[in-house]
DNA sequence: GCCCATTTGTACGTATGTATG
DNA sequence: GCATACATACGTACAAATGGG
């Protein structure tokens, strides 16, 4: 699923995207060790701009949630 | 004293950028609840954009040495 | 080893919004 | 109203790492 977001609303398009993303991770649609889609699919599928979705994968990098491997993907975070 | 990045070396501007910065606060050539200089003023001191100033000031932030407050500046932080 | 496509990382430019003074 | 300053968000380009052919 990909729910809109919202442009007009008070909360920043990187949060909104964040948080999808996120209840994605914790509902399992995304899954630990598995990639997320990348920042080109994610900018495509949301209509937002890179910026906006790196700003979203960072958040996410902060709490954990996923790890960035350069060359090859972000990944939903496993275990450790 | 405003010492030269080098956009020819390994180290990311913007990691360059944080560590003169770091270093000017905890020499105290930048004191406590004392404004850090303007992204505006970093952009033209060091000759990066914007979004490297950012970045760095981004970093410090995280480590907890500086405070931003919208509207006004970018603050060394205090003590409490 | 080399080329190429994909993907993340870095860097810059510009515009607009929001808050303070 | 205006200037300053941080926040968000759009765009572009190139570098670096990975993997397939």
Do not use: F
């Amino acid at each position: 699923m990909a729910a809109d977001l919202d442009p007009e609303g008070p909360v920043p398009l990187y949060a909104q995207l964040a948080e999808v993303l996120r209840a994605q991770i914790v509902a399992g649609e995304l899954q630990p060790n598995r990639p997320v889609p990348s920042e080109l699919t994610l900018q495509q599928t949301y209509g937002v701009s890179r910026d906006t979705v790196r700003h979203a994968l960072r958040v996410l990098r902060e709490e954990g949630l996923v790890v960035a491997v350069r060359g090859k993907g972000t990944y939903v975070a496993g275990q450790g």
